[in-house]
């Protein structure tokens, strides 16, 4: 078969530094100018270094629909960072043999001051696609999107939903040979996730060669004709998607217990970007919860510490709760559920609490992953393995069947039974031919 793509031991170094101490004085920086010298000492080359990849070997075919998977911070973006060359490797080389587009992240190129037809040009331009081939396509993205009559509406009246159609209706309708993809998936609705699943199937039967990140295991075995596993930078296996997804899963249920309360001691180790950094993760069950995980019957609390960076944000919490599959089973946000909602910030250390009630999550293995929003619904931090929640059924001695239900919910919810008419139907029918003889008679 012919390549699309050749990794030849490439490795990815990066170099971690602190946070912005902020404006010193002219003492403290004299201070720190004589200071220099013995930090340099103290302070190693290896804890300053960070290898997001090391020595990866792969080839995928041209037509291949293949699907990268992994932990958070296993080196999937990073990789795809440099196939789409925003970033060069530290050693080795990638060979592309073909134009390559990239969604790295939806909306890139979108300006909220802007039409939605004016943000499609834009939009497409930056993506790589020329005027003439966006104004033979317009008719076809807006109907892609379904958002004909918001067209030439701001796009900063739209809603979550809308600015996600329009920006993948924009990225799927580009031509490369090579697209590359970085969890689009995870945003929009049931629907409409079906919808690019679809669009990127037809694009890898065209003979083009598609490289999707994802976190929904579903998604993947549906799509994909091969995956890859990244841990710690390193590819561990390659085959089908199946079988590699059943290796990530026994990985993930290993590490469980370790989820279940997560804790960075400062800042610099702590996930997140120049405008959160997260600090806690907890899952807090109420007196008499299990000691693993929670029972089905018992109240728990998912707390969230953070570090807001940037002074006068505004931050909204969303917790989704995933099956181990990557099936979706609910997710909840905390706007206007506390006083800080939609409120300007200062920079500081916060705790957002989401209490979840008894008798509502059905038993298995959950992954919560936790996204950090602004009222505008611009994601300022996403981190996808944020705590795994194992919920237990003990069951009960009086219905023996008491099992696990279908679904990720096992509500209680209210039920009644009243007495309408006593004895049987059939004495009643009886009754009632009897009765009609006798009138005959």
Not at 67 to 84: D, F, P, Q
Not at 414 to 421: F, G, N, P, V
Request: contains cysteine; proline residues 4%.
């Amino acid at each position: 078969m012919t390549p699309a793509i050749k990794i030849s031991s490439v490795s990815k170094r990066y170099r971690i530094g602190g946070l912005h101490p902020g404006y010193m004085t002219f003492r403290e920086m004299l201070g720190g100018v004589l200071s220099a010298p013995f930090r340099k000492l103290r302070n190693s080359d290896a804890r300053q270094t960070l290898w997001a990849l090391t020595d990866v070997n792969l080839q995928i075919e041209q037509g291949e629909l293949v699907g990268i998977i992994g932990h958070n911070g296993a080196g999937k973006s990073t990789l795809l960072k440099i196939l789409s060359r925003v970033t060069k490797p530290t050693t080795g080389q990638v060979e592309l043999f073909g134009r390559i587009g990239s969604l790295l992240e939806v909306g890139t190129g979108f300006h909220p001051d802007l039409t939605g037809r004016e943000n499609i040009f834009l939009s497409g331009a930056i993506l790589g696609m020329r005027r003439a081939e966006i104004e033979r396509k317009f008719d076809e993205i807006v109907a892609f999107s379904e958002l004909q009559k918001f067209i030439e509406t701001s796009v900063k009246w739209y809603s979550s939903g809308m600015y996600v159609r329009l920006a993948f209706s924009v990225a799927a309708h580009l031509e490369p040979e090579i697209l590359i993809v970085d969890e689009v998936l995870a945003v929009g609705d049931a629907a409409f996730q079906k919808k690019c699943l679809g669009q990127m199937e037809r694009t890898a039967k065209g003979g083009r060669t598609v490289l999707f990140v994802s976190h929904n295991s579903q998604a993947v075995t549906a799509l994909c004709t091969r995956a890859i596993l990244l841990e710690h930078g390193q590819l561990v296996e390659a085959g089908s998607p199946r079988t590699i997804i059943d290796h990530y899963l026994r990985t993930v249920q290993a590490s469980a217990e370790r989820m279940v309360d997560r804790t960075w001691r400062s800042a610099d180790e702590a996930p997140g970007n120049d405008h959160i950094r997260v600090r806690r993760i907890a899952i807090v069950p109420a007196e008499g919860g299990a000691q693993n995980g929670v029972d089905m019957e018992t109240p728990f609390r998912v707390e969230v510490e953070y570090w807001n960076l940037a002074p006068g944000a505004r931050i909204i919490v969303n917790l989704a709760f995933y099956a181990f599959d990557g099936s979706p089973a609910f997710e909840t946000f905390s706007l206007g559920e506390h006083r800080w909602d939609g409120v300007a910030r200062p920079a500081g250390l916060f705790r957002s609490v989401c209490c979840v009630p008894a008798n509502l999550m059905n038993q298995g293995e959950y992954r919560i992953r936790v996204v950090f929003l602004d009222p505008d619904a611009v994601t300022l931090f996403d981190l996808h393995d944020g705590a795994v929640l194992t919920v237990h059924n003990r069951g009960d001695a009086k219905m023996p069947w008491f099992g696990r239900f279908i679904g990720h919910l096992h509500p209680r919810l209210a039920w009644s039974t009243e007495l309408i008419h006593r004895g049987h139907p059939v004495d009643r029918v009886s009754a009632g031919v009897g009765d009609a003889l006798l009138e005959a008679l």
